[in-house]
């Protein structure tokens, strides 16, 4: 059996995840900190069966990316309850006898949210029905938020709104040119405006009136559509990068069992993310 023995090792796990910024950032915290750790990003297909070959070659903790959060969640042999309710794991810490597993997506959005406005009592709308739109809303719950879901498909959007105790509306109702307004936070967290993905904006203009908060979870391009859009109507927009700071200081710190300087964490993180991007054309 081969155990690393200068660094630990720590993973972003996903299928693809060449695209992944997170070892440029985790490496940096790691550098800063002075962690003997190494962070790499790995392309996962069979998750089961991977994570038992990334344990016994001595991997501490990853970060769990598309497709495979829910299954993590399913496989851990332990969780705790805030991913439960979730119903998704973006952090594994292996320990002896398996993986267990935790949601910092959720706490990433609020951070980043936090720094443009209080949640509580604010009209929030989350479009998308996947694990980051369930950490999104249950956080801006969790904040005392009002949400409203919308999702391409209606059973899904439903499903999650049940499930979590939030308002639902379809989303072609969202695309006219006079929707329902009122909302106050707009966080986008599918795949609309990645990279080489459509370029129509997911709702109506017209929800973008000045003032709203606007956060786009995709980071890749930095400016997407719809931030670009919501910057040209006035709103506050936050992007991707900051929910990927935030929710990666939570993951650090649980995989250190330890608190670092959020301050210097958030730079170096968020340093290293704009370094990165700085020679992207897509950004």
Known sequence: MIRPVQSELFAVIGHPAAHSLSPRMMNAAFKNFQIAAVYVALDVDDLETDLETLAAAGFRGLSVTSPH??????????????????????????????????NTDWIGAVEALKRETDL???????????????????????????????NRSRERGENLAGALGCGFVPLETLREPSPRSGYEIIVQCTSAGLTGQETILPVSDALL?????VMDIVYRPLWTPLLQAAARKGCRVVNGLEM??????AQLEWWIDGRIPRLEGERVMRKALEEALAGDTHA
């Not at 009136?209 to 908060?213: K, M, S």
């Not at 990927?244 to 200081?249: A, C, E, F, T, Y």
Request: no cysteine; hydrophobic share 45%.
């Open 69 to 102: 959060k829910e299954t993590a969640l399913r496989i851990a042999v332990e969780t705790d309850e805030t991913a439960r309710i979730i119903g998704a794991v973006n952090t594994l810490r292996f320990r002896g006898d398996g993986w267990e597993g935790r």
């Open 120 to 150: 509580a009592y604010r009209n929030a709308l989350v479009l998308g029905a996947g694990g980051a739109a369930r950490a999104v809303a249950y956080g801006l719950k969790r904040e005392g938020a009002t949400v409203t879901v919308t």
């Open 209 to 213: 009136e000045p003032g709203v908060v």
């Open 244 to 249: 990927l700071v935030h929710q990666g200081i």
